[in-house]
């Protein structure tokens, strides 16, 4: 990965940015002479997405090579709050969506995870120890 598309990384996931001039300006601030055809190409081949969190606010996320952008957005706007819980990691959903969230976190593979449990607005995700637990909400938490 080169060094510009390490900054433009490290850029999408400490800040919420929407839009490619956003970005563009960011990149520009951290002494990048981009244009925005380069950072557009940067972001297909980056494979970023835009998603829209439960507050109907778009920015970009990384998505990683075993998910699709889609899951994410289903994720951001489906999922109301993370919370941790000891070993739990309990997720609030809109009514009638914790399944498909379910169904998205165990698409993810995550190692930590044990198995989840989805009822009508509530998934847990259930972790062998507190931090494998803090490991699985950060990465959560981090999708809204």
Do not use: W
């Given at each position: 990965m080169i060094d510009r598309h390490s900054k433009l990384m490290e850029i999408i996931t400490k800040e919420n940015i929407s839009?490619?001039?956003?970005?563009?300006?960011?990149?520009?601030?951290?002494?990048?002479?981009?244009?925005?055809?380069?950072?557009?190409r940067d972001i297909k081949k980056?494979?970023?997405?835009?998603?829209?969190?439960?507050?109907?606010e778009s920015h970009y996320v990384a998505v990683s090579e075993d998910?699709?952008?889609?899951?994410?957005?289903l994720f951001a706007s489906s999922v109301v709050a993370v919370h941790l819980a000891m070993n739990l990691v309990v997720i609030k959903t809109f009514p009638g969506m914790a399944s498909a969230i379910g169904a998205v976190?165990?698409?993810?593979?995550?190692?930590?995870?044990?198995?989840?449990?989805?009822?009508?607005?509530?998934?847990?995700?259930?972790?062998?120890?507190?931090?494998?637990?803090?490991?699985?909400?950060e990465k959560l938490h981090s999708m809204r």
């Amino acid at each position: 990965m080169i060094d510009r598309h390490s900054k433009l990384m490290e850029i999408i996931t400490k800040e919420n940015i929407s839009t490619q001039e956003e970005l563009t300006a960011k990149l520009r601030e951290a002494g990048y002479d981009v244009t925005q055809a380069t950072v557009s190409r940067d972001i297909k081949k980056l494979r970023i997405s835009k998603v829209v969190n439960n507050h109907g606010e778009s920015h970009y996320v990384a998505v990683s090579e075993d998910s699709d952008s889609s899951s994410y957005n289903l994720f951001a706007s489906s999922v109301v709050a993370v919370h941790l819980a000891m070993n739990l990691v309990v997720i609030k959903t809109f009514p009638g969506m914790a399944s498909a969230i379910g169904a998205v976190v165990d698409s993810m593979h995550i190692s930590q995870a044990l198995g989840s449990i989805a009822g009508d607005d509530t998934l847990m995700v259930i972790a062998e120890n507190i931090e494998d637990a803090k490991l699985i909400y950060e990465k959560l938490h981090s999708m809204r």
